[in-house]
């Protein structure tokens, strides 16, 4: 649902991310144009590659600095941010303010982090306590109260994942879920494909985990044995796990079943301590996603001696923590994770991974200092503008369709006035009052925030939905579309030069954050997002024979897609990545409409050798300049939902009858399709 390729969650974030250059904190963030000429390649014919036309000078311009996986427009920007942020929480850091000020929470963590002689002093003694916990355990029935305790602080995921979620039948109520997880890799087919990088992969992820257990104190043999352990152990997990596929069809992220049943599912595992031990408010429903990974856990608690057990949560215990832990368990966390699996050439700069963790752990405590600082009144006032008109163009879009009836038309526009839109930053800033945040502490700081959002979730449970929530922090480089909530989502990090540029002329803009609004907007119509309704319940609002219409239309992107190739010989999953590819399509056909609409009383004139068509293209092409590394490519071929950029541009492009008039292109060139070929979907 995420309109940025990079952070494709905040999970992953931990383990890619941004960056490079400064070694000083900046004091404003830096200006760049939402369409750089010098970012061009005008050698390149725009009907043949636009996506080289248009960013073929910025690739060349910008490397991937070695302590990336990739680098990209977005990626630049977030690096930006971070030395931004990074000013802010040194001053904050000097500042002396009062004990349980936010200024004093995220200056003592940043500064906590920072003290890298005293988490090396450390080592893993703040996991002793864990550490020693796993190793009393007795019997596989201790086993559930114990994993309830150390989700607490791993984020409410270790072998499968529990907490609060919308109830897919009544979005208005928060329920219980628990959902598959407990891999290590990052994802379940890393497991189960044979191939012969496949098979590579996962001997390197023997050693990674055989080199925990040595930095733990085992031996070599030891070491060696409990690694195949951990192994065989997650890869009947795996097995048992929905594909990514699977998990975009909301219905089988649907099982609401009463707790009596899961404890019949899974009647070896000891759910009534497990939940005890969580606190959770008294709940009849529980949300259980897929059972046969329920079911798995069962059988594996039945056959696996307890030793087996100790292994495997003692290895990601120390796995889940190992970026805040000494010097060596760092470097091993990033030499498997970052370089062996993603490419990046060195370890990011202490000061980036602790701005980040601040941003991570105490998000809406920082990103009150950033918005103050980087997002007016006037800027929200203009993007929220903008949102409106990309609005009015789905709905001019909505009626004009020749395929759908006025029936689902209805539905379609009752969802459509239903969306609320948030931009820059919550109204309601989350109140940190009850998180102690000690200078001299960066792993207590880091598990106690996460033990506070741990706590927030739970208590939802049985709760009315808070809808002002956000589920990214202001400064991130993303946005995103929430078909529960029915919300589009646009941090003030999002609407930042070169992406929102108030210094240059709409057509760019439009092309580009209009672009990535209509984007979102489009993800309440896709494949996924389109099963839910007004409400933001799971809900059928079609007539079959318009549904079975839509389908052939969002079929003709996903054949479009397969057809792509991401690295090597491996193809675009286009059955992944339909949602992003719709969206992508629908986003800039919108902001291309909106645009036109917000400048029919203007006489729009060229600039800088380009007619304004040929700049909102360019600008639109501009957001996704980008170099990837190939192991990054590798991992994103699996697990990213989105398309590689260059066909997050030319994939939309060819669909777009208004960007081959807007460049002369003829008939025969690449860029062009026959009419007859064109894939629309809205
Ligand atoms: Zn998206």
Redesign the pocket.
Known sequence: ???AFSLCSLLLLALMCNAQKPSVPEAALPYSPSLDIKSMDKSVDPCTDFYQYSCGGWKKNNPIPPDQVSWSVYGKLYQDNLSFLRGILEEAALSKASAGSVTQKIGDFYAACMDEAAVEKRGTTPLQPDLDAIAQLKSAHDLAPLIARLQATLGGSLLFSSGSRQDPDNSDQQIAGVNQGGLGLPDRDYYTKDDAKSKEIREHYLQHVQKIFELLGDTPETAKKNADTVMRMETSLATASLTRVERRDPYKQKNKIKLADLEQLAPNFNWHSYFDELKLPPFQIINVVPPAFFKEINSKLAAEPIENWKTYLRFHLVDGYSPYLSAAFVQENFDFYSKYLRGAREQQPRWRRCVRYTDGNLGEALGQAYVAKVFSPELKASTQEMTKRIEDAMEQRIHGLDWMSAETKQQALAKLHSIRNKVGYPDQWRDYGSVLIARNDFLGNVQRAAVFERRRNLNKVGKPVDRGEWGMTPPTVNA??NPQMNDINFPAGVLQPPLYDAKIDDAPNYGDTGGTIG??LT?AFDDEGSKFDAKGNLSNWWTAEDRQKFEERTQCVSDQYAQYIVVDDIHINSKLTL??DV?DLGGEILAYMAWKDATKHKSLQPAEGLTPEQRFFVGFAQWACANERPENLRVNALTDP?SPPEYRINGVVVNMPEFSQAFSCKKDQPMVKAPEKVCKVW
């Open positions: 649902m995420f309109k995103y579309y984007h979102e993800h949602g992003e969206a989105h």
